[in-house]
């Protein structure tokens, strides 16, 4: 089992920027493939970003068009903690933000939420313009 709880959220300005943490107790994370997810009011939960180990042992990492060059995953093993990095915020950035990790299956598809076993219980971002 894998509990994982948010942290980091909270209301910042459009342009402003807030780091996002996702803690991981009962298994080390390094082996899971880890993603945020948002969900935004009245609208269907998205994929943000993902990050999985490669084969290399290196991080690979993945993000939805819309926040590329804006928003950064990264992990710190040590910590069992994945981030979430968001710079440039703006106000359609504003939602409820989850992390979930899964393990690595043959046919795992990164953006799809059924890819993941276990969520968080999320933290808001709310980016007023």
């Known amino acids: 089992q894998v509990q994982l709880v948010e942290s980091g959220g909270g209301l910042v300005q459009a342009g402003g920027s807030l780091r996002l943490s996702c803690a991981a107790s009962g298994r080390s994370l390094s082996a899971y493939l880890v993603g945020w997810f948002r969900q935004a009011p009245g609208k269907e939960q998205e994929y943000v970003a993902g990050?999985?180990?490669?084969?290399?042992?290196?991080?690979?990492?993945d993000y939805v068009d819309s926040v590329k060059g804006r928003l950064t995953i990264s992990r710190d093993n040590a910590k069992n903690t994945v981030y979430l990095q968001m710079n440039s915020l703006k106000p359609e950035d504003t939602a409820v933000y989850y992390c979930a990790a899964g393990g690595v299956r043959a046919g795992f598809n990164i953006r799809r939420s059924g890819s993941y076993g276990y969520w968080g219980q999320g933290t808001q971002v709310t980016v007023s313009s």
């Open positions: 990050i999985l180990r490669s084969g290399s042992g290196a991080d690979s990492v």
